[in-house]
Structure formats: C-alpha cells, structure tokens
T-cell receptor, first 117, second 114 residues
Framework: AQSVTQLGSHVSVSEGALVLLRCNYS??????LFWYVQYPNQGLQLLLK??????LVKGINGFEAEFKKSETSFHLTKPSAHMSDAAEYFC???????????????FGEGTQLTVNP | DAGVIQSPRHEVTEMGQEVTLRCKPI?????LFWYRQTMMRGLELLIY????????DSGMPEDRFSAKMPNASFSTLKIQPSEPRDSAVYFC????????????FGQGTRLTVV
C-alpha cells in the first residue's frame, strides 16, 4: 500500500519568510501526489497535485511543490509567508484499486502552519 | 455545482441516541468517501463507495457505525447508539474515481455527543 509521511506536525514561520512543509512518499508504482489545505472550521481544499506531467507543480495562493523521485519527496514551498497561510496542510497519495473499485487518497498526518507577525 | 453538501453542519446529541449524517456528492462523481477528524487520531477514512457500492469499510470503528449510498446523489452515515468518544468532525468527499483526480470535500459535520 502507498503511504505518505509528513515531517513535523507543527511549523512556525515569520511573515515574509520561506514556507517549507515536508512530505515523503512510499510507493511501488509512479505516485500521484496531492497537497490539501484546511482552514479552521472548513473542509480540505486542493492546493496542487502531481500527475507526472511536470516535476514542479504550481498551485493556488503562491504555493508550489517539487516531485523528486530520487528523494521520494514532494515538499510544499512558498517563498513568502502571509498571515492568511496559517492553516493545516495535508499531503496525500492516490491509490488505484482497480476498474470497479476506483481510487482513494491516503493522507499524511498533517502539518499545522503558524505564521507570526 | 454547489460542491459536496453535508448536513447538518452541527449536531449535539445525548449518549445512546441515533445520529444520521447526510451527504450529497458532486454530480457526476463516481466515488464517495466518509472521513472522521479528531485531534487525537487526525483524519481517518471510515468507508468509501464506488458507483454506489461499498468498497472498503475497514475504517468503520464499530458495528455501531453504518453507511449507505442508495443512489448516486445521496449517502448517509449512521451511528447507533452514539457515545461521547464519537465526538468529531465528519467529512464527506467525492471524486471522479480516477487515480489522478482529486477528492472534493464538504464543510463537515461537527458532532458532539454528551
């Protein structure tokens, strides 16, 4: 089974600083990877996804992630943090279970991002 | 499309009562997922359906939990009887079901069992 591991359950940065949230995956086949964001009292929403078209993926709100096969990583970055980026971030990998079973996402444990003024 | 719609948004119930959570997936989506989120356990997949058929219910914690999807536009998650430890936020999500497609989440139902 495929899985993802998020390193660091809490990350704190200053406003304007680089944001780096780490995600490593384990997969026996080329993975399809996703980053989601969850703001307080809301559901998860997609930030970006990697589907093998390009290793550097750009998402919403200035976030991007780079797929590195040699490192089995898919870290999320943003050059300059904004107060509104404070949220919980989840990395996920897609498992295809067959023609009749469809696919499901397996999520990491999440990283809470705090942005300090 | 209005997205994935869950109801109610908040539910407070007494221990032992039956609770039913409802979900309307995005039209045209083939897969539907029920998740539970708590501080202790994080985000857990309870059950998912593909084309209205339950595929994997291994995440359902106990027999007190059951889920149905009678048609492509509606699903329920029922807890009977409810217990305080069931207090959590329950999310429904839907997707097209392909390996490269994302899941779209509802706003969640915050359940409190007292």
């Amino acid at each position: 089974a495929q899985s993802v591991t998020q390193l660091g359950s809490h990350v704190s940065v200053s406003e304007g600083a680089l944001v780096l949230l780490r995600c490593n995956y384990s997969s026996s086949v080329p993975p399809y990877l996703f980053w989601y964001v969850q703001y307080p009292n809301q559901g998860l929403q997609l930030l970006l996804k990697y589907t093998s078209a390009a290793t550097l993926v750009k998402g919403i709100n200035g976030f991007e992630a780079e797929f590195k096969k040699s490192e089995t990583s898919f870290h999320l970055t943003k050059p300059s943090a904004h107060m509104s980026d404070a949220a919980e971030y989840f990395c996920a990998v897609s498992d295809h279970l067959g023609e009749t079973s469809g696919s499901r996402l397996t999520f990491g444990e999440g990283t809470q991002l705090t942005v300090n003024p | 499309d209005a997205g994935v719609i869950q109801s109610p948004r908040h539910e407070v119930t007494e221990m032992g009562q039956e609770v039913t959570l409802r979900c309307k997936p995005i039209s045209g989506h083939n897969s539907l997922f029920w998740y539970r989120q708590t501080m202790m356990r994080g985000l857990e997949l309870l059950i998912y359906f593909n084309n209205n058929v339950p595929i994997d219910d291994s995440g359902m914690p106990e027999d007190r939990f059951s889920a149905k999807m009678p048609n492509a536009s509606f699903s329920t998650l029922k807890i009977q009887p409810s217990e305080p430890r069931d207090s959590a936020v329950y999310f429904c999500a839907s997707s097209l079901g392909w390996v490269d497609t994302e899941a779209f989440f509802g706003q969640g139902t915050r359940l409190t069992v007292v």
